[in-house]
């Protein structure tokens, strides 16, 4: 029912900012969480940020706090991931991605999200 496409990445230095954004065509309502993941070559997918729609209750990952930004814009359907201080670590597929309803205590994985993106690649040169 909802449909997520990515958009941001590309190629950029270590130590830039890249900001991602994942504009959604289906409707969301206001208990949905909008997620970011990503995955790297060989490496699991890994949680990166959600945020609840309705209220901009906002998780990260550990790793990530400080460095990265998730936040939305409802009038436009669309959440972002502000990434700053990249690293060679970042470099993944970043993958956008919605859930109807979470378990409160499993907002961060991933098998609680019933929609995905298409994915969009960030790589960071050093």
């Known amino acids: 029912q909802v449909q997520l496409v990515e958009s941001g990445g590309g190629l950029v230095q270590a130590g830039g900012s890249l900001r991602l954004s994942c504009a959604a065509s289906g409707r969301i309502s206001s208990a949905y969480f909008m997620g970011w993941f990503r995955q790297a070559p060989e490496k699991e997918r890994e949680f990166v940020a959600t945020i609840r729609w309705g209220d901009g209750y906002t998780n990260y990952a550990d790793s990530l706090k400080g460095r990265f930004t998730i936040s939305r814009d409802n009038a436009k359907n669309t959440v972002y991931l502000q990434m700053n201080s990249l690293n060679a670590e970042d470099t993944a597929v970043y993958y956008c991605?919605?859930?109807?309803?979470?378990?409160?205590?499993?907002?961060?994985?991933?098998?609680?999200?019933?929609?995905w993106g298409q994915g969009t690649q960030v790589t960071v040169s050093s």
């Open positions: 991605a919605a859930a109807r309803t979470v378990w409160g205590s499993m907002i961060r994985t991933w098998d609680e999200y019933d929609y």
